[in-house]
């Protein structure tokens, strides 16, 4: 079993939708949770980060951790065409340099 | 600000060749991480080099291995190469300041690597 599991989809949506992304993982040392997108050809970009439990919000997009039951999650609201893209979870424990990433799931939105 | 570059971007080798892959981080970033993405695996952790130093490293066979200069240029080795070594290899570059408890990786595009 993999440390950390993320359906890799695909998952296609209508353009405005809000799209949910997930992960879950089994290490409880994990303390930086971190969203990544990338583009086709290109190399992942950092979209949000968070250290520990909680909620993070960066405009469209809402990064929740609940570390008590392993599981993360990235919301998108009002999804765009551009937002078209894999999107991958990553993990860390201390330090946050050796990250361990899920599947990634390939998100494509219709306009 | 430059961003972190690859050299070559494309590779193609037979089986049993060694291949060396170059990573420039962005300037003044000092640690170079290394990490394989294939489709049936992801993006797994190769090594990650600090101040010349390997100072963590992933599961892979001794066949991979790395180094990094004084500059903090980096280069990755596949030694005796295998069909499944076929993947797209990312370079990532971070401040890693001392005391400081999050340091943002930023990932260079690549170079895909084909063995045939």
């Known amino acids: 079993q993999k440390e950390v599991e993320q359906d890799p989809g695909p998952l296609s949506v209508p353009e405005g939708a809000i799209v949910s992304l997930n992960c879950t993982y089994s290490?409880?040392?994990?303390?930086?949770f971190m969203w990544y997108r990338q583009y086709s050809r290109k190399g992942p970009e950092l979209l949000m980060y968070?250290?520990?439990?909680g909620n993070k919000e960066d405009g469209r997009f809402t990064a929740q951790v609940d570390k008590s039951s392993k599981y993360i999650s990235l919301f998108i609201r009002d999804s765009q065409p551009s937002d078209s893209a894999t999107y991958l979870c990553a993990m860390s424990d201390s330090g946050a340099q050796k990250l361990v990433f899920g599947q990634g799931t390939r998100l494509t939105i219709n306009p | 600000k430059a961003g972190v570059t690859q050299t070559p971007r494309y590779l193609i080798k037979t089986r049993g060749q060694q291949v060396t892959l170059s990573c420039s981080p962005i300037?003044?970033?000092?640690?170079v991480s290394w990490y394989q993405q294939t489709p049936g695996q992801g993006l797994q952790f190769l090594f990650e080099?600090?101040?010349?130093?390997?100072?963590n490293k992933g599961n892979f066979p001794g066949r991979f291995s790395g180094r990094q200069f004084s500059n903090s240029r980096s280069e990755m080795n596949v030694s005796t190469l295998e069909l499944g070594d076929s993947a797209l290899y990312l370079c990532?570059?971070?401040?890693?300041?001392?005391?400081?408890?999050?340091?943002?990786?930023?990932f260079g595009p690549g170079t895909r690597l084909t063995v045939l």
């Open positions: 080099y600090f101040s010349e130093t390997q100072r």
């Open positions: 290490n409880s040392a994990f303390q930086y």
């Open positions: 990532a570059s971070s401040l890693r300041l001392a005391g400081s408890r999050y340091n943002e990786q930023f």
């Open positions: 300037s003044g970033h000092r640690s």
């Open positions: 968070t250290y520990s439990s």
